[in-house]
């Protein structure tokens, strides 16, 4: 049975360049965003970069999100002051969304199952 909701812990700063390279290499028409969380780490991949994030978790999953919508999410975040620690990411599988402490947004899982 899998949970409703997947809590992981992120580094901050490495969550935040992220959306900075995002935001930069983001496009009205790009492909949308795939999170893939497997073996220790969160996998974010765009059009343009990604980059993988060390995270506890004990359920492996694939999610896809449109580009629009994490452009939003990662817009939220721009008047960050701080950047030190980490940062709490959720993924509610039961809503079909990924929700940052401050955004959110709809989400498709293609792939959730007890960590291997």
Avoid: W
């Amino acid at each position: 049975m899998e949970p409703d909701s997947i809590v992981i812990q992120v580094d901050k700063a490495k969550f935040l360049e992220l959306g900075r390279v995002f935001k930069a290499a983001y496009r009205g028409n790009a492909a949308n965003v795939i999170f893939t969380l497997k073996q220790g780490l969160l996998r974010i991949e765009f059009y343009g970069g990604g980059c993988e994030l060390p995270c506890d978790h004990s359920v492996d999953l694939v999610a896809e999100m449109t580009a629009k919508k994490f452009s939003g999410i990662m817009g939220d975040h721009r008047k960050e002051k701080s950047t030190t620690g980490l940062i709490e990411l959720t993924f509610r599988i039961g809503l079909c969304e990924f929700a940052t402490p401050i955004s959110g947004g709809k989400v498709k899982f293609h792939h959730v199952s007890p960590r291997s």
